[in-house]
């Protein structure tokens, strides 16, 4: 059974460590400030300039004039602050992001992303994507394994504009997650119900699968 974007979210989390500063993209990386794990303190980073970003807000918290990059309202956590985009960027920049989770239209065996547009649609723009990417060192895609269609996003080169070049190393689909080394997909976890072989039909890039893939548990 297909992860949700709640249960996507709860995975990426797993990969948080104590003392990082974290910039969630726009979309489902989102999700994952509803699920810090306990026990551990980080920063959220969002780039239109709040650093300390807290879960989604209750119906009595909503602050109209608080929100994230996907113009979402949020809260603030102890010790947070506000400053402009500029400053926000700056940070990015100069690589003082501990990790970034982003969605993604494809990602390949090479390690690069298309992220910001297909040709012939309307889109709003490259937002932070680009310097996310190219200031980060620790990224993490999370997407759907396929699309609507049920083509493969997971390929042996994208096919749409990229956003960055050899930057990824780990992946979290709704059906598995997996991490990128030597020009392949390594399969790591399979989501609750999915089989092996239902991952591989829906995997374009090379796959290395190992004789034991365990289930994700949450």
């Known amino acids: ?5 709640e249960q996507l979210a709860q995975r990426v989390a797993r990969e948080l460590q104590d003392g990082y500063y974290v910039n969630l993209g726009i979309g489902i990386p989102t999700l994952v400030a509803n699920y810090v794990p306990d026990g551990i303190e980080v920063m959220l980073q969002s780039e239109n300039g ?8 209750t119906e009595e918290e909503i602050d109209a004039d608080l929100i994230n990059a996907g113009k979402q309202t949020v809260t603030t956590i102890k010790g947070s602050s ?3 985009s ?3 960027f700056a940070m990015i920049r100069g690589g003082h992001v501990d990790l970034t989770v982003l969605g993604a239209f494809e990602v390949d065996v090479s390690g690069n992303i298309a992220s910001w547009m297909i040709p012939g649609k309307l889109i709003k723009g490259m937002g932070g994507a680009m310097d ?13 394994h396929a699309s609507k269609h049920g083509e493969s996003k997971l390929l042996p080169q994208c096919t749409l ?4 070049a050899a930057c990824i190393k780990k992946v979290v689909t709704d059906l598995a997650y997996i991490e990128i080394a030597d020009n392949k997909f390594w399969l790591k976890e ?5 089989s092996v072989d239902d991952i591989i039909k829906l995997t374009a890039g090379e796959l ?6 365990p289930e994700m548990t949450f």
């Not at 996310?132 to 759907?144: Q, S």
């Not at 504009?161 to 960055?164: E, K, M, Q, R, V």
């Not at 290395?208 to 893939?213: F, L, S």
């Open 161 to 164: 504009p990229l956003t960055g």
């Open 1 to 5: 059974m297909a992860l949700t974007r």
């Open 132 to 144: 996310l990417v190219a200031g980060a060192d620790n990224i993490i895609v999370t997407m759907t």
């Open 208 to 213: 290395v699968v190992p004789e034991v893939v």
């Open 50 to 57: 709040l650093l300390g970003m807290g879960p989604f807000p």
């Open 86 to 88: 500029a400053e926000s």
């Open 82 to 84: 506000i400053f402009d």
């Open 190 to 194: 399979r989501a609750p119900g999915v």
